[in-house]
């Protein structure tokens, strides 16, 4: 049987519907936290000139494979085992001709502790292409203030199965990415109180 995430097929639409935009001149796409591979089978049929390579922790890459091999094609190939904190990681350089022109996450940084999110920018620096594009999705404070009572409540239940977890303020977020060389190009509100965050790295 295939992981199956009931989150990810509910908002797998939306979120193809935010991204399509701004996908639609990028070939190599690195997602982050695959988790059951659903957004990559998803996204990469409805856009089929991307190659979607997904990753995700070493106990989690056996699922996604299975999903690839009974629903993906060769613009999905097989998943990395990738750990924010552990780099290197075994990609392309961003100055190489084979870097990722963009890269993905949903519903990860929140899981995370914050030095775990510092890393995972601090990964996207070393391999995402001048010019290319991070998009994060999930839900986000603003000024340290919750969207709602709801997203409030979901922090709580995050920080009692793990202090370290938690909902993330996007001006810490950006300071991030910025010191990547990553500027915001959009803030998007989605469906469920999420957000889905576009950075763009300044081309060479």
Same mark, same amino acid.
């Given at each position: 049987?295939l992981p199956h995430a009931p989150?990810? /097929?509910?908002?797998?639409?939306?979120?193809?519907?935010?991204?399509?935009?701004?996908? *639609?001149?990028?070939?190599?796409?690195? /997602?982050?936290?695959?988790?059951?591979?659903?957004?990559?089978?998803?996204?990469?049929?409805?856009?089929?000139?991307?190659?979607?390579?997904?990753?995700?922790?070493?106990?989690?890459?056996?699922?996604?494979?299975?999903?690839?091999?009974?629903?993906?094609?060769?613009?999905?190939?097989?998943?990395?085992?990738?750990?924010?904190?552990?780099?290197?990681?075994?990609?392309?350089?961003?100055?190489?001709?084979?870097?990722?022109?963009?890269? +993905?996450?949903?519903? *990860?940084?929140?899981?995370?502790?914050?030095?775990?999110?510092?890393?995972?920018?601090?990964?996207?620096?070393?391999?995402?292409?001048?010019?290319?594009?991070?998009?994060?999705?999930? &839900?986000?404070?603003?000024?340290?203030? +919750?969207? *709602?009572?709801?997203?409030?409540?979901?922090?709580?239940?995050?920080?009692?199965?793990?202090?370290?977890?938690?909902?993330?303020?996007?001006?810490?977020?950006?300071?991030?990415?910025?010191?990547?060389?990553?500027?915001?190009?959009?803030?998007?509100?989605? &469906?469920?109180?999420?957000?889905?965050?576009?950075?763009?790295?300044?081309?060479?």
């Amino acid at each position: 049987m295939l992981p199956h995430a009931p989150a990810a /097929e509910r908002n797998k639409d939306a979120i193809l519907a935010a991204l399509t935009p701004h996908l *639609t001149a990028r070939r190599r796409v690195l /997602e982050i936290g695959s988790g059951t591979g659903q957004h990559a089978v998803h996204i990469a049929t409805a856009l089929p000139h991307l190659i979607w390579q997904c990753s995700d922790l070493a106990d989690a890459v056996p699922g996604i494979a299975a999903r690839l091999e009974a629903e993906g094609s060769q613009r999905t190939p097989a998943p990395l085992a990738l750990d924010v904190a552990a780099p290197p990681w075994p990609l392309p350089p961003a100055d190489s001709p084979e870097a990722f022109d963009a890269a +993905f996450t949903a519903n *990860t940084l929140h899981i995370m502790s914050f030095v775990s999110v510092g890393h995972f920018f601090a990964r996207v620096g070393d391999h995402l292409a001048p010019g290319g594009l991070l998009g994060v999705y999930g &839900p986000m404070k603003y000024g340290g203030a +919750f969207t *709602t009572a709801s997203n409030a409540a979901f922090d709580a239940q995050l920080k009692s199965w793990n202090p370290e977890s938690g909902i993330r303020d996007f001006e810490a977020l950006d300071d991030l990415a910025r010191a990547q060389g990553l500027r915001l190009i959009e803030d998007i509100a989605m &469906p469920a109180n999420n957000q889905l965050v576009l950075w763009q790295r300044k081309a060479s």
